[in-house]
């Protein structure tokens, strides 16, 4: 049974003495930190989700939410509805070798993409014909922030370290290094943990599992014929 952000407040002031000057002020965006730091130090399961990015006319770059760490480069779909058909992918230096913008000549069927940081690039941009189709990847999505002391995390099983984390951060406010020190060790401890526990979630096998459910079962390369034939 997971435990509220209320819950995980009555535990860690068991441990800050005296409990009474760790106001909610105080601890409200600890809470949030904590969840930060176990998000982006593991591949957290229920992180792992699908983000879809509208196609728009002409237009050859994206800016992901900043809801979002990343997006595997392992696999991109387009998707009509119906049907779909993969994009390979080209890492930003390659990608800014052979496709020089703005070229106002490139529109067409996207065939290959790229990203750096939460900016994604397309080649050729949309024409008419695929505008408005969805352009879907999966990646890492930052965790749901508490709303009130009733709302509870998203990634399972790691109520435990989210109030040692917020304990150790709490009581070096309060210049208890040694005692904070101790929390953060045993916090580091449980996330090695969790980390060996959950694994990583970002390979291919996840990814094909994705597209064999949406009905992609294998990989076909479009961008190198297509980059022999016009380069």
Same mark, same amino acid.
């Given at each position: ?11 860690l ?10 106001t909610?002020?105080? /601890? ?9 730091? #176990?998000?982006?130090?593991?591949s957290?399961?229920?992180?792992? +989700? ?27 779909l ?8 993969e ?11 052979? @496709?020089?913008?703005?070229? !106002? ?6 065939k290959?993409? $790229? +990203? /750096?940081?939460? $900016? ?7 024409s ?11 990646g890492y999505?930052?965790? $749901?922030? @508490? ?11 790691t109520?435990?370290?989210? #109030?040692?984390?917020?304990?150790? +951060? !709490? ?15 045993? !916090? +580091? ?14 390979g291919?096998d996840?990814?094909m599992?994705?597209?064999?459910? #949406?009905?992609l079962?294998?990989?076909?390369s ?10």
């Amino acid at each position: 049974m997971s435990l509220t952000r209320g819950q995980m407040k009555t535990l860690l002031k068991l441990a800050v003495v005296p409990s009474s000057i760790i106001t909610d002020a105080v /601890l409200d965006p600890l809470f949030e930190l904590a969840q930060l730091e #176990i998000a982006q130090d593991v591949s957290v399961p229920e992180l792992w +989700k699908t983000c879809n990015v509208t196609l728009v006319l002409n237009q050859w770059e994206y800016t992901m939410d900043s809801a979002w760490f990343d997006v595997s480069s392992r696999l991109a779909l387009v998707i009509d509805g119906v049907n779909s058909y993969e994009l390979d992918f080209f890492p930003w230096e390659r990608f800014d070798r052979h @496709f020089k913008y703005p070229n !106002a000549d490139s529109s067409g069927q996207p065939k290959v993409w $790229t +990203k /750096l940081g939460r $900016t994604l690039r397309i080649h050729p941009k949309p024409s008419s014909d695929y505008a408005t189709l969805v352009w879907q990847m999966r990646g890492y999505h930052r965790p $749901t922030a @508490f709303a009130s002391d009733s709302s509870t995390t998203d990634m399972v099983d790691t109520e435990s370290i989210i #109030i040692d984390l917020v304990v150790s +951060k !709490a009581i070096m406010n309060l210049e208890q290094y040694e005692m904070a020190g101790r929390f953060e060790t045993r !916090a +580091k401890r449980k996330l090695d943990a969790y980390r060996s526990r959950v694994g990583d979630l970002s390979g291919e096998d996840v990814d094909m599992e994705h597209a064999e459910s #949406i009905g992609l079962g294998h990989r076909s390369s479009v961008a190198e014929p297509w980059l022999r034939e016009t380069h």
